[in-house]
């Protein structure tokens, strides 16, 4: 490849920032030899709650099973609607359909790439019964409007927070906004535990829920046991799943949310120097409410595609070529085959209008750069530099 070539090693998409605190919290760990979920994990629930301002956290295995066990806490089940956005990841999609619901999808703003309220009350419907607010790429969502419409028409608002643990919204931290919020803690979010997630609540019904849902519907306190057996007895009293996080996952949690401010702020430099460096690029900035404070889990750009003479498909592969690995974020959601073939008119747009046209329209220009704590000064350099080789040789002639 030209990047080797150059004597430079790729840069990747991400990479997880990690030292000799989490090495030595899972090293801990594996002295006490004590793997599944215990105190950590139990401790890494209060710091997450305290530190996002909320009473409730329930750390699970993954982002998915954080917005699946969300939606269901929140009595989401069949042939209930779901409003959500099309640029959001894919799991949110499926974490509706796992419970029977339908996914509806209203259209975007093309400069914030999250949901536009005009387009959610276009979509409202009798068999409405929840808002999923997602916050693209750690950017927040323009949380006001939303949040008071629907509490207006008493929708279950859940905060699609998988990109965005550490962001703010008028002072306030994202995930404390919803009656319930689900976050990712995978290797390329703000904080990792290698695979992993959270869903977090102010509401002790809800709490309940999520602890029953997300440890195999069971039981194992007296109080609340329909049978009476001795100190070794449990009961299961719903369908649940088993999606609790093991020891390892806690420590790292712990470590990691020890480091988040640090993370953050590295973050946040990171992003001021792409929007000083790429502003004279033929690019559309993406841009986020006023009075609030982005976590940039990824730095999301929109090619000016009629200032340049190539599109995406010959721009991405041009990047990777001189050695930056990019993304793109997100095909919108209901362009997945699965939802052709699910044949529902409202996410099947075979031989009718796209449901969402503005999200289709923003989608070819979407470019996803990498931006990581670990990422050097260097790194980043070298990622301008490139991207302003591959689109400024490729700029239209006048």
């Given at each position: 490849m030209v990047a080797e070539r150059r004597g430079r090693a790729r840069i990747p998409f991400s990479r997880p920032y990690l030292g000799p605190e989490e090495e030595e919290a899972v090293r801990e760990v594996l002295r006490e030899g004590r793997l599944e979920s215990g105190s950590r994990v139990r401790a890494f629930e209060e710091r997450l709650a305290s530190w996002l301002g909320v009473k409730y956290a329930v750390v699970v295995?993954?982002?998915?099973?954080?917005?699946?066990a969300a939606l269901y806490a929140v009595g989401i089940?069949?042939?209930?609607?779901?409003?959500?956005?099309?640029?959001?990841?894919p799991e949110v999609g499926s974490a509706i359909l796992y419970l029977g619901a339908k996914p509806v999808f209203a259209d975007i703003n093309p400069a914030t790439l999250t949901l536009d309220l005009e387009e959610v009350k276009r979509n409202l419907t009798p068999q409405t019964r929840a808002l999923i607010v997602t916050h693209y790429a750690g950017l927040p969502a323009d949380l006001e409007p939303l949040t008071a419409f629907a509490?207006?028409?008493?929708?279950?608002?859940?905060?699609?927070?998988?990109?965005?643990?550490?962001?703010?919204?008028?002072?306030?931290?994202?995930?404390?906004?919803?009656?319930?919020a689900a976050f990712s803690f995978s290797p390329d979010s703000t904080l990792t535990t290698g695979t992993g997630g959270a869903v977090v609540t102010d509401d002790p019904e809800i709490y309940r829920w999520l602890r029953l849902f997300t440890s195999l519907g069971i039981v194992r306190s007296l109080a609340d046991w329909v049978r009476k057996e001795g100190p070794w007895h449990f009961e299961?009293?719903?369908?649940?799943?088993?999606?609790?996080?093991?020891?390892?996952?806690?420590?790292?949690?712990?470590?990691?949310?020890?480091?988040?401010?640090?993370?953050?702020?590295?973050?946040?430099e990171l992003a001021?120097?792409?929007?000083?460096?790429?502003?004279?690029?033929?690019?559309?900035?993406?841009?986020?409410?006023?009075?609030?404070?982005?976590?940039w889990t990824?730095?999301?750009?929109?090619?000016?595609?009629?200032?340049?003479r190539a599109g995406r498909e010959e721009i991405y592969p041009a990047l990777w070529v001189e050695g930056v690995e990019v993304g793109v974020h997100y095909l919108p959601l209901y362009l997945h085959p699965l939802y052709g073939w699910?044949?529902?008119?409202?996410?099947?747009?075979?031989?009718?209008?796209?449901?969402?046209p503005k999200a289709e329209a923003v989608y070819p220009e979407l470019l996803s750069l990498p931006l990581y704590p670990a990422m050097t000064d260097e790194e980043q350099g070298e990622v301008i530099a490139a991207l302003?080789?591959?689109?400024?040789?490729r700029l239209k002639v006048s």
């Open positions: 295995a993954s982002g998915a099973a954080a917005l699946h089940s069949r042939g209930d609607e779901v409003i959500l956005s099309p640029l959001a990841p509490a207006e028409n008493e929708l279950a608002l859940i905060e699609d927070a998988t990109c965005a643990l550490g962001a703010t919204y008028k002072g306030r931290p994202v995930g404390s906004f919803g009656q319930v299961v009293q719903e369908v649940g799943f088993d999606y609790r996080p093991g020891e390892i996952q806690g420590a790292l949690g712990l470590a990691q949310l020890g480091r988040l401010e640090e993370m953050l702020t590295r973050r946040r001021a120097r792409y929007l000083e460096a790429l502003s004279s690029l033929p690019l559309h900035p993406v841009s986020y409410p006023p009075n609030s404070q982005p976590a990824f730095f999301p750009v929109r090619l000016n595609l009629e200032a340049l699910i044949g529902d008119p409202n996410v099947c747009t075979l031989g009718q209008g796209p449901p969402c302003s080789r591959v689109l400024l040789s």
